[in-house]
């Protein structure tokens, strides 16, 4: 997280928020197109979230609203609720599944007196955290200043004045217009050094363009990185947390002498920053300029079908919605249990999952298969409609060409 000190005109630059062991409160509003029930499954996914980021969930608080209050986001009752439950214990956090401007952030700390932060706050932290590699460091901190740059002044409310004393006195400059300044020329140079990043990216892309391309796509944990060890035999991160990855790796395959490249990419969320798909736009173009995505579900999940719409959004987003498609429904095993009781026939189970087949297949044109990495279930399937649709994108780049070699 960037934040300015108190003290002086010089922003300051952190990791992360430091979320590690801390006691939180998340809220949660419904608005009228929504029911209580979908944002306690929101608010499940924001508790994962904020494990994922070292913090500790103890409790829930949830206020219907037609529409968000300009001051506080939240009505003054459930804010005075929030703060009597706060006071009492060792709460540090308030996390906010909405995004929330300055001036809400800073006027609801100053009547919880505890740090509060939203959504996008709260997946920025994580993705500094996981941040590894030049790259993604710059393009973390790209989104950061980007999402810090409009919620200045409502941060900076209580300071608006001139600067005094050595080194603050600017030409008429407010604290806030220089470092809003500050932020802006930071922003500048990120932007130049990411460019220069993509310029080699693609160069080595470039470089890599007699292989067919294919990029494994899906929700954030959906198995996209266990699937991706898997069919590449190598040892990719991966784990039951969210964003386990974050840089994008890329393995030559080779299938029945059939060679071609898998990547590995972020995976994706709800009401993922926009500043963040911006900032991780050279990243992403390794699925903009696949050849072919391996949509991976996670099928265990009980609202997987949203998920699925969120990936969808965000490749028509990024300008990918249009490549070539296996939808990969991921976690059977674990559907298997959650769906069905134990005492129920093998035969009825198997006439469930044909049906549920049967509607994915004709929905994506055949071009899905059902499979578990983790239980190598149905992987000889995967890999025989892989190897076809490889093929076939190889006999359009290489019409004259009948065999590929590695």
Same mark, same amino acid.
């Given at each position: ?7 002086? !005109? ?24 929504? +029911? ?17 980021? =070292? %913090?500790?969930?103890?409790? $829930? ?21 929030? &703060? ?10 308030? @996390? ?20 509060? *932060? ?45 600067? =005094? =004393?050595?080194? +603050? ?8 217009? +220089?470092?809003?300044?500050?932020? /802006?020329?930071? @922003? ?13 990216? %693609?160069?080595? $892309? ?58 590995? +990419?972020?995976?994706? *969320? ?55 498609? *296996?939808?990969?429904? !991921? ?15 093998? =035969?009825?189970? #198997?006439?469930?999952? %044909?049906?549920?087949?049967? &509607?994915? /297949? ?16 149905? *992987? ?7 190897? #076809? ?18």
């Amino acid at each position: 997280m960037l934040y300015l000190s108190r003290q002086s !005109n010089h922003l300051i630059q952190t990791n992360h928020i430091k979320l590690l062991h801390e006691n939180a409160v998340l809220v949660g509003v419904i608005r009228k197109s929504q +029911t209580e029930f979908e944002v306690n499954e929101y608010l499940e996914e924001l508790s994962f979230l904020a494990e994922t980021a =070292g %913090a500790r969930t103890k409790k $829930r608080f949830v206020q219907k609203l037609l529409q968000p209050d300009s001051k506080t986001f939240i009505g003054s009752g459930k804010l005075e609720e929030i &703060k009597n439950y706060v006071s009492s214990r060792d709460i540090r956090v308030a @996390i906010f599944d909405d995004e929330l401007s300055g001036s809400q952030i800073s006027n609801i700390e100053k009547i919880l007196n505890i740090k509060t *932060i939203d959504r996008s706050d709260l997946i920025l932290d994580i993705f500094a955290s996981r941040a590894k590699t030049a790259q993604a460091k710059l393009q973390v901190q790209l989104a950061q200043y980007e999402y810090l740059l409009p919620r200045l002044r409502g941060m900076w409310k209580h300071l608006e004045r001139l600067g =005094g =004393g050595i080194g +603050t006195r600017g030409p008429g400059e407010t604290e806030i217009e +220089t470092d809003r300044r500050i932020v /802006k020329d930071k @922003i500048s140079l990120l932007k130049k050094r990411l460019s220069e990043i993509d310029k080699q990216a %693609a160069t080595q $892309r470039k470089d890599r363009g007699e292989f067919v391309r294919v990029s494994l796509v899906g929700y954030t944990n959906a198995g996209k990185s266990t699937l991706m060890n898997l069919l590449s035999k190598s040892k990719v991160f991966a784990e039951n947390k969210l964003f386990a990855t974050l840089d994008t790796t890329t393995r030559k395959v080779v299938f029945d002498n059939t060679p071609f490249l898998l990547s590995d +990419t972020v995976g994706f *969320i709800r009401k993922l920053p926009h500043h963040l798909i911006e900032s991780f736009k050279s990243t992403l173009d390794e699925v903009r300029e696949a050849d072919l995505l391996l949509h991976v579900v996670d099928l265990s999940h009980p609202k997987y079908e949203e998920q699925i719409g969120v990936v969808n959004t965000t490749l028509q987003e990024i300008k990918a919605f249009d490549r070539p498609t *296996i939808l990969v429904f !991921n976690k059977s095993d674990a559907y298997d249990k959650n769906t069905f009781d134990p005492w129920l026939e093998e =035969g009825v189970k #198997g006439e469930m999952m %044909a049906e549920l087949e049967a &509607k994915w /297949k004709e929905k994506a044109n055949g071009h899905c298969v059902f499979i578990s990495a983790t239980e190598k279930i149905n *992987i000889d399937e995967l890999r025989k409609i892989l190897l #076809g649709q490889i093929r076939e994108l190889y006999k359009i780049r290489y019409p004259y060409k009948t065999t590929y070699t590695s």
